[in-house]
C-alpha cells in the first residue's frame, strides 16, 4: 500500500497512519511521521569588472525548460529594501518594472531566465540579485547573488 501526495506544502507536515484489517482475524498498521521543510534559498556570490556584463542565472542547477514552466521575478535589494525588477510568466514577455531609475536600459532578462546586467557600474558593488520562483503558494525557490565589482 502506498500514499502518493501532490502539489506537496508545509501544511501536510503530521502524522500519517496506515492501518488494514487482516483475514480472518486482527489488523496490521504502519506510523510515520512526515516533515516537509521549505527549501533553502541557495547564495552566491559573483565577481565582475566595471563596465563589463555580468549574467546571474536564476537557478544554478536547473534546466531553462523547467524554469519556463514556472512564474518568476528578479528583486534588487539594497539596506534591506527589496525592489522588483523583472518578472516573467509562463509564455509570456518579462514585465520590466520602472522602479529603479539605476537599471533603466541596463537590464535584460535572457532567454533562459538569468539576469543580464551591462554595463556594471560602481553602484552594483554589493547589491543582492535574487531570482523567487513559484512553484506553488507554499513552494517559491530562491537564489540570491551578491556582485562584487572592480576596477582596473
Not at 11 to 34: D, I, V
Not at 97 to 126: C, E, Q, V
Request: aromatic share 10%; glycine share 4%.
Amino acid at each position: 500500500w502506498t500514499l502518493h501526495l501532490t502539489n506537496i506544502t508545509t501544511s501536510l507536515s503530521g502524522h500519517y497512519e496506515c492501518s488494514f484489517a487482516t483475514y480472518p482475524h486482527g489488523n496490521k498498521a504502519a506510523r510515520l511521521q512526515l516533515i516537509v521543510k521549505a527549501e533553502e534559498e541557495q547564495h552566491y556570490v559573483k565577481e565582475v569588472q566595471l563596465n563589463q556584463a555580468l549574467e546571474i542565472p536564476c537557478l544554478e542547477d536547473t534546466t531553462s525548460e523547467h524554469l519556463s514552466n514556472y512564474p518568476l521575478k528578479w528583486l534588487v535589494e539594497e539596506n534591506g529594501r527589496k525592489e522588483e525588477l523583472v518578472s516573467k510568466e509562463p509564455f509570456r514577455p518579462a514585465v520590466y518594472r520602472n522602479g529603479s531609475a539605476w537599471y533603466t536600459r541596463r537590464l535584460h532578462l535572457t532567454s533562459d531566465n538569468a539576469l543580464k546586467i551591462f554595463p556594471t557600474k560602481i553602484m552594483d558593488d554589493g547589491r543582492v540579485f535574487s531570482c523567487h520562483v513559484m512553484h506553488h503558494p507554499e513552494r517559491v525557490q530562491r537564489s540570491s547573488t551578491t556582485v562584487r565589482v572592480f576596477g582596473k
